[in-house]
């Protein structure tokens, strides 16, 4: 075996900071390059480390002297790894609801093929591959390593791409320099905020409250601990009703209420009227009525009614005005009741293709011929279903080449793959026009971003100038996806007016409803009603960064016909001190009978029960309250990664069962959070002086969901108690190379994974537990105190081991979490499973 070390680039922060960002590429050795170039590495495991290097800044040039640093200076909470051929690049793409792997961020970082891959000999060699397994406080010391025959190969390499999670949790009182490397190993922890560890900071301990990422007064903290900074606010969402009427638990019970929900809406209106009355001319409920400009919001307070919520009209306007005088006004004209489905180009696929699926057409062979045909018989039912918004490709029956398209109402986000035809996307469009009237300061570029709340979004967006109207997809500079201007999409509008009167520029101009390609914005008020938009005023006519920005929230309606206000429950807003820059969400998160997290109401599903984690773990974020002290001194060190590695040869051809030496090992992945990416694990008892952040009303010497308990619980002192979720998912012709959880410390008990097929009835395939570090790091530099090392789970032919097991498609597994929770609670912690194999 050889290996080759590359580091990443370098980490500079301050106590409590986060850095979580992609760092770019980095050269990989010089000689692996020359040695492996139109050859193939076999990467058969690594190992990570976190040093501070010297000369500063300069790693790779003394390595013998390196300093690591343990956990409780700098902790690992997860690292995404590339390693990259020549035929590929790191290119940021949009993430779907479903897309655990942007640990829900609206972007994430990828390699893909640049277009010479197409051209290579051997397109069974992967050109890029993924590391992340083991990959949080468990890092260091876990194994990371392949049976013999097995590795990731990859040809041509030539480049490193890492994005790594830490967060600073180094006393500063204890020094930061390899000097210091000595002081404090029983670890002190540094100032913490009021929310960390659920607000019970244990008398001792091996482990920083800010390892979990609280939710604190400078974003998110809750009004248990922080009455008064407006970091969380509590608003009721409100849903516009076409069609039918409120379910019974939605209606709107007083006029204030009406009142505040439809202005809040954003219809086109500039007056606003109410009255409270019993009649069967209007629907039961809040609903308002447009006429002109003016708006007619009435409560009906009738308990029957059959006049249904007005339907969508073949006119219907919205209109709306931003903070930085940015005006939006929409007016949709469509052939009542009339669609067609527009094909999408050969490559993309639909996020949402296995949910409520309505119709399946399945190809009988591989043909071309037999897709276009299952693609046009779907096409021939979505357009019969009014439930029907979509025909998507699904390659999910064991062969890329014979598929199914599948009619579903949403189809969520376009996702890119190979592609069988064109139409391996067709969307069902209302056919007709939208004309759109912006305005905005005539001194300067305005804008507006279509269906977004942040540039992280990438929208669809119109920007004006003195030289007129263009379309244009915002890009990404980075995780955080801002400030980037993307690029300018092929013009699809039609100028009918463009005029200046006073400071005021006013263009009107129409396009069609339906969108000409995935990145211009599809206008359908059947399924979206209301548009949430950013806008920005520039500093010059030249479209660049922005002076201001701020948002306007537009709804369609038609003249005259009632439309319900139906109060869909409570949300949380995340926000800034004093209730600034908020957001919120409402996570999919796994159904009962799938998972545990809705069952259990786990506070990481939505924004308004949400405590901590990822959403307030963004990079550069101080995991500090606000008047706690940001201390000047940086820690500066580097992420390093020795990858051992074999050379590959092909299968010789002149034998009769041709054997290649290595094997690749394709990702497989789940977790048991689905579809969240993270999960709470409370305290297993409400205490008698504080409410559970979360759980604001659990009461007290009830066990908190998910939890069980022995002993005489919750004061005694044989009182133990562990929180479990599970999640059920079905294996897809793998055999098990290489499985490895994804486990927490100080709280992480098990995770473990069952088959539980006809006769192997909840088998044990894999089961992890964690061998906690005890502190001797003048004997071992990674015995980390109270951190855990997390030894994976192999199969293969190599002594000691078990054979791998193929588990064919639709094999049911279970997985099955634990954690310790008798004391107190742990924000965010994570389940998944990272695993290899192959499928034959």
Known sequence: YEYFDVWGKEISTHYGEVYWTMQGDVPLPKDIVERFDGKTIAIVGYEMDQVMVRPVGQPGINPKLDVS?????????????????KFAKMTQVQAGPLDTRSHGAPVRWTALDTEEAAFLADSDIPTKQFFSEGNGGESRKSFHGYPKGFAQLLQSPTHFALTPMQIDTRNRDCGVTPADINNCTQFIPGPEPKQARYGRKPAKTNNSGLIECPCTSRFGGDPIFYPDEKTKIETHDYEIKFGGSCKRNQKVDNIAECLSAVQAAGFNATTFKNVTTSTPDLPVGCSVVLKGDVAMVTLNKITESKVECGKTGAAMTAQGTSRVGVTVKISLDEDKGSFKMSRKSKGLYCSLNHNDVLESFAMTTESDTDAQDSMQKCEKFCMESDECGACSVDCSLGSIERCQWVAIPDCGNFREWKGRIPGDISVKS???????????????????????????????????????????????????????????????????????SGKVRTVTFTREMQGATPNHYTFNPKVQDTIHFITAVGRVQTFSYHRAHGPIVLSFAAESEPLCICDVGKMGHLCHSNATKCEAFDKPCAPPGVGSLQEQRNPTCNSLQYSGGLRCCTHKNILLDADQEVRPELLRYHLKFRFWFQEYTSAPANETKPKPSHRDLPRIY?????????????????????????????????????????????????????????????????????????????????????????????????????????????????????????PPCLWGDDEGLEPSVFLPKGTPLVSIKKNRNTHTGHYGEMASWQMRGVNF
């Open 69 to 85: 640093i343990p956990f409780t200076w700098a902790y690992n909470h997860h690292y995404e790894a590339w390693l990259v051929s």
């Open 430 to 500: 209302p056919i007709g026009n939208a004309t759109i009237t912006m305005s905005g300061p005539s001194d300067v570029w305005f804008g507006a971003g279509f269906n977004a709340t942040a540039m992280a979004y990438q929208p669809y967006t119109i920007i004006v100038n003195d030289k007129g109207v263009i379309e244009q997809k915002i890009g990404t500079c980075g995780t955080e996806a801002d400030h980037c201007p993307g690029n300018q999409l092929a013009s699809t509008i039609t100028v009918l007016s463009h005029s200046v």
């Open 670 to 790: 789940f977790q048991t959070e689905s579809f969240a990416g993270e999960y709470d694990v409370p305290p297993a008892f409400r205490s008698k002086d504080r409410p559970i952040v979360g759980y604001p009303d659990w009461p007290l010497g009830k066990p908190t969901p998910g939890t069980t308990c022995t002993g005489n619980c919750p004061d005694g002192r044989d009182c133990e108690c562990v929180h479990t979720i599970t999640y059920k998912t079905t294996a897809n012709n793998w055999r098990l190379i290489y499985a490895g959880g994804h486990c927490h410390a100080p709280s992480c008990i098990s995770i473990e994974l069952y088959r539980n097929d006809t006769g192997h009835e909840m088998e044990l395939l894999c089961r992890q537990l964690p061998i906690y570090g005890k502190g001797n790091i003048t004997h071992d530099k990674f015995d980390d105190a109270g951190y855990a090392t997390l």
